[in-house]
């Protein structure tokens, strides 16, 4: 199966009961730029609905994209200047 298609159908299970949060690890992981770029509107779109959504990722161009960025490393919380995270 396409990567695509997991990505697609694992969100809208996800978002099958009406959830309050979403949870998203690497949702735009081994995606082509544009598969990727129609995920992130789709939860921008959501938010702006009221769902609160959180997002693993590497990707810094996804995380730059959202509204808060929390760094974590080694399981803790970690001020933006000690991440490994380069912007």
């Not at 309050?20 to 129609?38: F, N, Q, R, W, Y």
Request: no cysteine; glycine share 6%.
């Amino acid at each position: 199966m396409l990567n695509w298609v997991i990505k697609w159908t694992g969100i809208a299970r996800a978002l099958i009961n009406d959830p309050k949060i979403l949870v998203a690890d690497e949702p735009t992981g081994k995606l082509e730029t544009k598969v990727g770029e129609h995920i992130l509107e789709l939860f921008k779109s959501l938010s702006e609905r009221g769902l609160a959504i959180v997002i693993a990722t590497h990707d810094l161009e996804l995380a730059q994209a959202t509204q808060r960025i929390i760094h974590l490393q080694d399981g803790k919380v970690v001020p933006k200047e000690k991440s490994d995270l380069y912007y």
